[in-house]
């Protein structure tokens, strides 16, 4: 250890010598032409090459045959598809959710998987479109006005869910009025005789998945006592929890999987209920039909078989799901894959002569990223592309639209100029303040004064952050201002589409867009429908 010690220190005075001698050779932190040292110096502070190097391309890659073929190839397999998708009815519809999916998480999570040249599985679809994400009052919208959009076809306030923008976060009153309310994608296959059923990594009360459900002025109104708090004991609003439970869509759902037990479980039954209505809304919904099954493990949910009419709700953890890496990390994990559980859905909806519409949210990419940590949320990313090729693997191009967007970006970048193959979670490059930064980093949150000396004015060195880290799933990346939480931000959300009418989903348009696509194509809901065109 002292050794190796020793050898990073040497390392960095040799550095810190380089950097000295850029600084003679011009008035600030620019090398002379002839001096490569000193530019290497500066791109690549990592002495220690094998350290974050795994290999500086594909062989064949110095070649122009290699190019050249690759083009070809590609160009060959867009003729082939070009111009024909499947253009009968979308008689299933599967949506996926990657919440938070920047462009620059995919591009990171590519490299995560093994290299700049990976492909996530959806990147293969034949249609890439992008999305204007804006919520009515905010340039930057959050994933319950997000979900309104994608889910609704309606442009909402920041912060409210399943209403029209005629009712702002908190207003009670106009929470009440059901002419603000907007109705989802899952009433109208619902209403076409379709089955339905949503997964989510997030609680199921949680913002996303309440856009199918759910018509609330705050979507903090998981439960009835943060409705009492807000609105008073007598308001006539019903929590988010108990909607999904006895609401007009909600009650219909054939299958409910993701986190939140605690939002449907009064105190008095549970020691973390946060209900206070003296109600167990999971005893309730058993109760319902002697066919509904309720689950909270992987195995309880695996050897789940439902009866006529029978319903499935899986609540795998108290709040969120745990993350995936740490839950494969622990001797004690009881909780599903996405994967498995897009599996299992998949399986009870399609019983369904009309068809189905299930949409499946990777919840904790965004709540990852909320906290600067970017391995949680790079790898949450690679298990939704894991459930989206087990989704098209048992599924046929001919009847089944796959859609999978993003509600929203995040401030994560991508900085230069690490080298080819560097792992993405070290290095980039050096900066002016003679300081390496890594190649990953968010424009705020929560890691500011990890990285930032406040009484110095300077950085700390990263690379004693992330020395030995490669098991430290909660290293957070650097930030530039201080946050509680990081933000999202205002960049367009990418869209990928395989199936029946793929082809509508390209080009530049509003959120709001997306579920009159998906309707369009299988031949439901409100405006114009490909059956009768």
Known sequence: MLLRHLSQVSSRVLLLFIALQCLRSGSSMHCAEDDEDCREALMHPNMEEEHSIRRRSIPGEVFSDYWLDKGKRFVAYRDSKANTPPRGKAKNIIFFLGDGMSLATLAATRIYLGGEEQELSFESFPDVGLMKTYAVDRLVTDSAAAAT????????????????????????????????????????????????????????????????????????????????????????????????????????????????????????????????????????????????????????????????????????????????????????????????????????????????????????????????KAKLALDEMAHLSEAVALARSITSEQDTLIVVASDHSHTMSISGYAKRGANIFSYGAMGEDLMPYLTLSYANGPSFKEFFNTKLNVRYDPTNQIEDSDLDFDLQFPSTAPLESETHSAEDAPVFASGPWSDLFSGVYEQSTLPYLMAYAGCFGPGKQACSS
């Open 149 to 372: 959009a994608l889910l609704c076809g309606v442009k909402a306030n920041y912060g409210t869910v399943g209403v029209s923008g005629h009712v702002r976060r908190g207003d009670c009153e106009a929470s009440k009025n059901s002419t603000h309310h907007v109705d989802s994608i899952a009433k109208w296959a619902l209403d076409s005789g379709r089955q339905v059923g949503f997964i989510t990594t997030t609680r199921v009360t949680h913002a996303s998945p309440a856009g199918l459900y759910a018509h609330a002025a705050d979507r903090d109104w998981e439960n009835d006592k943060k409705v009492k708090n807000d609105c008073g004991k007598n308001s006539g609003i019903q929590d988010i929890a108990l909607q999904l439970m006895e609401g007009e869509v909600g009650s219909r759902f054939r299958v409910i999987m993701g986190g939140g037990k605690t939002q449907f479980l009064d105190n008095d039954y549970y020691d973390d209920g946060k209900r206070r209505d003296d109600r167990n809304l999971i005893k309730e919904f058993q109760k319902q039909n002697t066919n509904n099954v309720y689950v909270e493990t992987r195995d309880e949910l695996m050897a789940a078989e439902l009866g006529n009419n029978g319903r499935l709700l899986g609540l795998f953890n108290d709040g969120h799901m745990k993350y995936n890496l740490k839950a494969m990390d622990s001797k004690k994990n009881k909780q599903p894959t996405l994967t498995e559980m897009t599996q299992k859905a998949i399986d009870i909806l399609k019983q369904g002569d009309e068809g189905y519409f299930l949409f499946i949210e990777a919840g904790r990419i965004d709540t990852a990223h909320h906290n600067n």
